[in-house]
Nanobody, 119 residues
């Protein structure tokens, strides 16, 4: 199983960006998909998550600005980021809890995509 994240880049404060993360491989089901981020010199932190394509959760720092969604057919999770601030600058990682056809579930991480918010 692999997670491929994309969509990062340089954006001005107040701008928007959309991240995508596609899961591929031997996947029976995906229970949870989430986004984390790690700013320079800081620990990785939770940003947003979606379970069974329906229930969502957000960190307080991004509520009202970021929206997580998923496409269960494409096994892809999206993060729509708006009203971006310089403090949103970080490497964004996607994470997924994936069940294999053998019935085992485990956590997988994508490779990270850099988001830089700067004028």
């Amino acid at each position: 199983v692999q997670l491929q994240a994309s969509g990062g880049g340089l954006v001005q404060p107040g701008g928007s960006l959309r991240l995508s993360c596609a899961a591929s491989g031997s996947i029976f089901s995906i229970n949870v998909m989430a986004w984390y981020r790690q700013a320079p010199g800081k620990q990785r932190e939770y940003v947003a998550g979606i379970s069974n394509g329906i229930r969502t959760g957000y960190a307080d720092s991004v509520k009202g600005r970021f929206t997580i969604s998923s496409d269960n057919v494409k096994n892809t999770v999206y993060l729509q980021m708006s009203s971006l601030k310089p403090e949103d600058t970080a490497v964004y990682y996607c994470n997924a809890i994936i069940e294999s056809y053998r019935g085992f579930s485990r956590s997988y991480w994508g490779q990270g995509t850099l988001v830089t918010v700067s004028s």
